[in-house]
């Protein structure tokens, strides 16, 4: 008898548990989707060409809040939880809420949704979003690359759009790519560093034909982990970095504390921002977790190619949109930077318009930093906006997307950013000496 199957997601993680779990198994049928955590991505449908023959009309994509309404509606069996970066308490709380309603609860873990890949592949992951994954993966590619080998980044899904028999497999190495695929500030935040690193990263949410593409172009896979997200992709070395600004949440968030079981190295970084004690306190804490695994301490060097430009001037500040929101953190790389080099941040909540307004509303924590929040031309033109009617001299742009490209500005734009330490770097390449990856 066939169990039916609602699938919590937020558009990544959901579509692919379905094609390496739900769609061979006959015994199960996936009655929705459903979108939380990113604005605009319910109302569609996961197309019948990618859900396969028992699903002709392919599966229809609900708001969360419909939830106890689908399950009473569709009589159904299983709720499975396929999305990432969130507290241990509300995952409880989405499991008490979908067993109250009448169904099971269920995780599904790395076993069962891993896709095999003939080449080597390195997966770095986080134990929360915006713990400085990203910057750590290209270190990793460019002690390859030194070494001779060909890396070929590979991202955690995000398809976003409103087609997505286009993203189940995208390739991105110039920005007429970012043009092509119709990307959101999110995506460009994820893809435009590597681009600037010359690497081409791959994307999407069909992780076999993914694999098999890259593998084709490469000869080492790297799993670039958004969201702390586990991997899509079997990991001969998985490397997890961890934050002591949110220390605590190592333990605490799921899968981010997953990540910290599976790791084989754990990254420490930011210690150069953070205090000594956070520092010790997250080491202990991954040393009693994960005693087997090899720790690195890093700096996330701050780079700010124009320091004058912010001295003594009033700066209006854009950060990672992923990170300031649902990431929890109040401030980033350009906060970092007007500290340091002497200028003075501009609160612009009075500016606020439209969904960004919205997303402090939903995010209480926000202050004077602003996420660059695009997931829409509407939300582009919005951030715009309420950039454009701060009182500054001009905007330090601590997103990784490079936002000139997108938005018109009306005041001068300083671009700052994170890469990983150089002593990191040389115990990370020790690393993959002793894992014969270089």
């Not at 092509?180 to 069909?206: S, V």
């Not at 998985?238 to 990254?267: F, I």
């Not at 010790?280 to 690195?296: G, K, N």
């Not at 301490?297 to 124009?306: F, G």
């Amino acid at each position: 008898m066939k169990q039916n199957v609602i699938i919590l997601g937020a558009a990544g993680r959901d579509f692919h548990n379905f094609l390496t779990y739900f769609k061979p198994r006959p015994d199960f049928r996936v009655v929705a989707f459903t979108a939380e955590q990113i604005p605009g991505i319910e109302g569609r449908v996961f197309p019948a060409e990618l859900a396969g023959e028992r699903y002709p009309e392919g599966i229809p994509i609900h708001p969360e809040s419909e939830l106890d309404a689908l399950i009473e509606a569709h009589d159904v069996d299983h709720v499975c939880l396929a999305y990432s970066d969130i507290s241990h308490q509300e995952v409880m709380e989405k499991a008490s809420r979908a067993m109250r309603a009448g169904a099971n609860f269920m995780l599904l873990g790395p076993r069962d949704t891993w896709v095999e890949a003939e080449k080597p592949v390195i997966a770095v992951t986080a134990v929360r979003t915006g713990c400085g994954k990203s910057q750590t993966a290209r270190a990793v590619a460019e002690i390859l690359r030194a070494n001779g080998r060909r890396p070929i980044a590979i991202r955690h899904s995000m398809p976003y759009g409103t087609d997505l028999t286009k993203q189940a497999c995208q390739r991105f190495a110039t920005q007429e790519d970012f043009r092509r695929h119709e990307t959101t500030i999110e995506e460009e935040e994820e893809y435009q560093p590597w681009l600037d690193h010359g690497f081409p990263i791959y994307a999407g949410f069909d992780y076999r034909e993914i694999v098999d593409q890259a593998s084709a172009e490469g000869d080492v896979l790297l799993f670039d982990g958004g969201n702390n997200d586990i991997s899509m992709i079997q990991p001969d070395l998985q490397v997890t970095v961890v934050d002591p600004h949110r220390q605590g949440h190592e333990t605490s968030y799921y899968p981010g504390y997953l990540n910290l079981l599976l790791a084989d190295a754990v990254v420490i970084n930011k210690v150069d921002s953070a205090s000594a004690e956070d520092v010790a306190a997250v080491e202990a804490t991954v040393r009693q977790h994960q005693p087997a695994a090899t720790v690195i301490r890093a700096r996330s060097e701050l780079t700010v190619p124009d320091p004058e430009a912010i001295r003594g001037k009033r700066c209006a500040v854009i950060g990672d949109g992923p990170t300031l929101s649902h990431g929890g953190l109040k401030s980033g790389a350009g906060s970092l930077a007007v500290e340091r080099h002497g200028g003075e941040i501009v609160d612009p909540q009075a500016q606020l318009v439209g969904s960004i307004l919205e997303t402090y509303r939903k995010y209480p924590h926000l202050g004077s930093e602003i996420p660059a929040m695009g997931y829409s031309r509407e939300q582009v033109l919005e951030l715009q906006e309420t950039v454009n009617a701060i009182d500054c001299d001009v905007v330090v742009d601590g997103s990784p997307a490079n936002l000139e490209r997108v938005i018109d500005f009306e005041k001068p734009v300083v671009s700052v950013g994170y890469e990983l330490g150089e002593a990191s770097m040389a115990e990370l390449e020790q690393l993959l000496r002793e894992r014969n990856l270089i």
